[in-house]
T-cell receptor
Framework: DAKTTQPPSMDCAEGRAANLPCNHS???????VYWYRQIHSQGPQYIIH???NNETNEMASLIITEDRKSSTLILPHATLRDTAVYYC??????????????FGQGTELSVKP | DAMVIQNPRYQVTQFGKPVTLSCSQT?????MYWYQQKSSQAPKLLFH???????NEADTPDNFQSRRPNTSFCFLDIRSPGLGDAAMYLC??????????????FGPGTRLTVL
């Protein structure tokens, strides 16, 4: 499985966009990029995933570079409730290994008033 | 609302005393997972079930067992808890369609304390 590298922590002002980077330079062609977040004392929550194209849903946008070696999760208008640890996960091809998730250390995002 | 439920949210046990954690789901997902998350660490997969097919991770200690009596329920049994097993235990579910696994839905976790 490809390894991911994320900054350990970031701050963001409330109402501003939060841009969370992730490096995955060893990603394989059939591996997806997934983002989950974990608010303190809760279970992780799925945010978004993508393979090659940029993706957007009601929670966030995912921008994947053309060479797929890095990606950025964008929370367009961060709120205090977005304070959490954000995990970027490169997931084995969906049909392998039971869809397992291998979590890295993640980025602790603090949204400040 | 469809969800993943874990009971209890907090469990205290004594060193060496067997303990069982439970997970139930109303999502009708055919895959269920158990993760262990120690303090200040990321979650780590212990094992998963695809229907009744059990899949153990290679580095999961034998002290950890699991049962899935039906689609809705899955149990984590720790036969002889040690101090190092104190952690948050997370249950997750996913739907496998054909050969593809969809995103995982997590429960709130059970925090286990070993005295």
């Amino acid at each position: 499985d490809a390894k991911t590298t994320q900054p350990p922590s970031m701050d963001c002002a409330e109402g501003r966009a939060a841009n969370l980077p992730c490096n995955h330079s060893t990603i394989s062609g059939n591996e997806y990029v997934y983002w989950y977040r974990q608010i303190h004392s809760q279970g992780p929550q799925y945010i978004i995933h993508g393979l090659k194209n940029n993706e957007t849903n009601e929670m966030a946008s995912l921008i994947i570079t053309e060479d797929r070696k890095s990606s950025t999760l964008i929370l367009p208008h961060a709120t205090l409730r977005d304070t959490a640890v954000y995990y970027c996960i490169v997931r084995v091809a969906p049909h392998n290994q039971g869809g397992k998730l291998i979590f890295g250390q993640g980025t602790e995002l603090s949204v400040k008033p | 609302d469809a969800m993943v439920i874990q009971n209890p949210r907090y469990q205290v046990t004594q060193f060496g005393k067997p303990v069982t954690l439970s997970c139930s789901q109303t999502l009708n997902h055919n895959v269920m997972y158990w993760y262990q998350q120690k303090s200040s660490q990321a979650p780590k997969l212990l094992f998963h079930y695809y229907d009744k097919d059990f899949n153990n991770e290679a580095d999961t200690p034998d002290n950890f067992q699991s049962r899935r009596p039906n689609t809705s329920f899955c149990f984590l049994d720790i036969r002889s808890p040690g101090l190092g097993d104190a952690a948050m235990y997370l249950c997750a579910t996913s739907k496998r369609t054909g050969s593809s696994y969809n995103e995982q839905f997590f429960g709130p976790g059970t925090r286990l304390t070993v005295l």
